[in-house]
């Protein structure tokens, strides 16, 4: 069993008896070459030294970040995965095929002030958890044989944000006069 080994044993010793030769043969620039890695190492110590707190915090300033994308990264898998079916009708309604325009009914909402936003009245309340049927995962495609239809399990809460869109009896017209009518008083003159 072991003889059919043989050959390769010698030819791996003899290999190494070439590699120490040409280690000997050229020592001057082994030498160098660790000398440059030590000097190397003893600059880089310095800088880690001082930087050792200021990367320190960078890692702790990213624990958050770290955590929010744990949290939702079911989420931002289905964003990715299914980025594909929604970019179509994403692009033919914030661009178009010209590149420049702007095709959307939303922009008359613009016109004039908007409604302030107070902090923190205005924040959402986020308690959605999962994903269809309150459980992990992503939507199917919907299709007519999706049956039963999915649903989410949410509590969002009813939002408090102030009503900003441009129709009869809207408050942003009266606001930006007069100010803020109704609610809290904003930086609205």
Known sequence: RYAAAGPDLFDGLADAARSAATFNSQRGHLDAALIAAIGFAGTGSDILVRGGPYLQRGAQDLIPTSKLFDDYQGQLFC???????????????FGGDNGYSFDSTGTLSSIGVGNAYVYPDNLPRVNAKGGPEGKPGCWKPITKDLWPAPYLVMDTGLSIAPYNHVELGSPIFTDY???RQIGEPTINP
Not at 79 to 88: E, G, K, L
């Open 79 to 93: 964003t990715i995965r299914n980025y594909h079916d929604v970019a179509p009708a994403f692009y033919a309604t």
């Open 177 to 179: 006069v007069w100010g």
